[in-house]
């Protein structure tokens, strides 16, 4: 079975973190070339920040830079795929640094499987979380008008080797979102953990469970 090596890096700059997964994925693509088949699962949370993909638009922050400073956020251009997202305290960021061809799977069948991994976790608090069909990330009642979203996925791969990757949002504050429109979308919410079962969680034990739904989903162990 293959490992991959676990960090949870903490509350953390969003610049720093990005630094930190180009430092870790030239050490995985390094590792390849050594063939001794190096891999991390990277955990963190950040101070609130906004983070636009390649593919998206800016007119999807409603916010300018001057309302982005009074709200104590920041905002980055960034080169993974997908629109406008939040990261900010209370959400799990899993940053997974893969090499896809060690794991024998491409690009749409990550993608699947980080979304299994977060609806096998949410089944462990008897929540009900689908695909939406044309939309990535993980949701709840999809296909009614109460259809809203509490993990985003946005990835880039380089050399077969991930970057990037999920936001899960547990205890997040629900109204950062109120400045964008997430994901690119206008006409879809975005829930969190604690807004559906009423009550703070314990992050530290969602993370457990993610990081065990994440090595059965991946058929990996984790170290």
């Excluded at 870790?24 to 920040?49: A, D, M, R, T, W």
């Amino acid at each position: 079975m293959k490992t991959i090596t676990y960090k949870d890096i903490g509350l953390i700059d969003y610049q720093q973190a990005w630094d930190f997964q180009k430092k870790s994925h030239s050490e995985v693509f390094e590792g390849k070339q050594k063939n001794n088949g190096i891999n991390y699962l990277i955990f963190c949370e950040h101070p609130h920040v906004y983070t636009l993909g390649k593919s998206g638009s800016e007119s999807n922050l409603l916010i300018n830079q001057i309302q982005l400073r009074a709200k104590d956020a920041t905002f980055y251009k960034i080169d993974r795929g997908g629109d406008i997202t939040y990261h900010g305290p209370g959400q799990i960021v899993g940053y997974p640094i893969i090499d896809l061809e060690m794991l024998g799977i491409g690009v749409k069948n990550y993608v699947f499987k980080i979304e299994e991994t977060i609806i096998k976790t949410l089944k462990e608090f008897s929540i009900n979380a689908e695909r939406l069909e044309g939309a990535t990330g993980v949701w709840l009642e999809p296909n009614s008008a109460k259809v809203r979203k509490i993990c985003a996925i946005g990835i880039k791969v380089s050399r077969a080797i991930t970057m990037h990757g999920f936001a899960f949002n547990i205890n997040t504050d629900l109204n950062y979102f109120n400045y964008i429109n997430p994901c690119g979308f206008t006409d879809k919410s975005v829930t969190s953990l604690e807004k559906e079962l009423g009550c703070k969680q314990d992050i530290e034990k969602v993370k457990k469970i993610v990081k065990e739904k994440f090595a059965e989903v991946f058929e990996v162990s984790i170290n």
